[in-house]
């Protein structure tokens, strides 16, 4: 009997839409970050680029998040919901140290993303950086967590608690 309502349930799933609930067991949505076309839609809710006119470039803004957060990760998606395996190896290794960790999604803005390559002068993400040092990538903070080297950069930053 298990195995047919198993059976009942996956088959159920496979002739289901994603992006409505599942009897309130499953649920996945898409958001979108594009800007409609439309013309209906009012300036008010149309994204703004706050950086225009104001004198500062993405630059300075990645200087200063670098300098003001100990643990810095520009990363496809954000810490609690990482957007590509590699960001998500990258942050569960830096939480395994209780640390705070400061992060841009860089999916959100194409800009930031080419600003961040031109800082580091690294072609790939996540891109992590710690007391304002580059350390690299998800494959370099493993292998510091492996040979003990992580710990010893991240002793002496306060953690989340």
Known sequence: MATS???MFFKGLANRSFGRPLNGLFYCTRYSTTVSNDSETHDDFKPANKLEGSGIS???VIEQDVKDNPVMVYMKGVPDL???GFSSLAVRVLKHYDVPISARNILEDV????????????????QIFIK???IGGSDIILNMHQTGELKEKL???TSKK
């Open 5 to 7: 309502l198993s059976n």
């Open 58 to 60: 993405l630059a300075n």
């Open 82 to 84: 990482p957007q590509c």
């Open 111 to 126: 800009e930031l993303k080419n600003a961040v390559k031109a800082f580091s002068n690294w072609p790939t993400f996540p």
């Open 132 to 134: 304002g040092e580059f």
């Open 155 to 157: 002793k002496d930053i």
